[in-house]
């Protein structure tokens, strides 16, 4: 220990190891570390591997050697959610406890009926012979919060999201439930990520609420765009960045982010080119809409 106090922020980069990493989980990674190294503040790795089915082997490693390519490496061991079972199924029991949580044996065909949404009660009576999903209790109201890039932004629960899952009826535990946990176990200050997860964040306050656990702020990145208009996405086999040749796919995320990419070009490498644009970065900057990304060989 260097007696030194821990930084006020932090902040954090989560990829899911479904595939390797393409631009636009580049930019979500670079955006999140420049606004981390901007408040000088620390930066950490999470692994979301909750959901073996959609697992890549060894995709979580060569995401981790890609990113040092680049050089963004994690201030703190990183943390896997493979590893957090026990902690999921504790912030679990308490939903449980306090009535925020119940199990739902409803089938998609059950939610039809309600345009694929839940709400309470059940239409679908328990099963003896399958296990039920934990769903979260949703009120009817309208939860709000102002995000750093994009303003307020607001979600009516109970019409746009309903009773929603918290643990699968696989036994794998959700995202929405896992990410609050583990954002809270880290101590994370500002969640800096894509606008695909925009209208996640109601959720994730109301788990945090009910669970008792702090709120961070918010920052919401444009999305990266195929040349169709499709968000870039490992699932739709995104062209991988080349980590043999960083830095055409870094200055282009720079670029992306709204940094003034000529004022840049002294740099030459990926550490330098980094250290370059937290001199320069400015959240003002970001554009708030999702844009189209000309993949081109070495540079995304």
């Known amino acids: 220990m ?36 901007s408040r000088s503040g620390s930066w950490i790795i999470r692994i979301e591997d909750l959901d073996p089915p959609r697992e890549v082997a060894g995709a979580a490693q060569q995401q981790i050697e890609t990113l040092a390519a680049f050089g963004l490496v994690s201030d703190e061991p990183i943390l896997w959610q493979h590893q957090r079972h026990d902690a999921y199924a504790a912030a679990l029991r308490q939903l449980v406890d306090a009535g925020h949580a119940f199990p739902c044996w409803c089938s998609r065909s059950d939610l039809q009926r309600s345009a694929g949404l839940h709400h309470s009660p059940c239409v679908a009576a328990p ?128 670029e992306f982010l709204g940094l003034p990419i000529a004022r840049l070009s002294h740099a030459a490498s990926p550490p330098a080119l980094l250290a370059a644009a937290v001199e320069v970065f400015d959240v003002a900057a970001i554009p708030h809409t999702a844009s189209i990304v000309r993949m081109r060989h070495g540079s995304a």
């Not at 106090?5 to 420049?34: D, M, N």
């Not at 990410?179 to 109301?206: M, N």
């Not at 669970?211 to 062209?239: E, V």
């Open 2 to 37: 260097n007696g030194r106090p821990a930084p006020a922020y932090r902040g954090r980069f989560a990829p899911s190891p479904t595939g390797a990493l393409h631009f636009g989980s580049l930019v979500a990674a670079i955006g999140s570390w420049l606004r981390a190294r």
């Open 127 to 254: 099963a003896q012979d399958r296990a039920p999903a934990w769903r979260l209790r949703v009120p009817d109201l309208t939860l709000g919060f102002d995000d750093r890039l994009l303003g307020r932004y607001e979600q009516p629960l109970a019409t746009e999201v309903g009773d929603f899952v918290v643990r699968r009826v696989e036994g794998y535990y959700a995202y929405q439930l896992a990410v609050v946990v583990d954002d809270a176990a880290q101590g994370i200050s500002e969640v800096v990520r894509g606008a695909d997860l925009l209208d996640s964040t109601p959720r994730q306050i109301l788990l945090q609420q009910r669970l008792g656990l702090p709120t961070p702020a918010y920052l919401h990145l444009p999305l990266a765009l195929d040349a169709a208009g499709r968000k870039l996405s490992k699932q739709d086999q995104a062209l991988p960045i080349d980590a043999t040749d960083p830095l055409p796919a870094l200055r282009a995320a720079l």
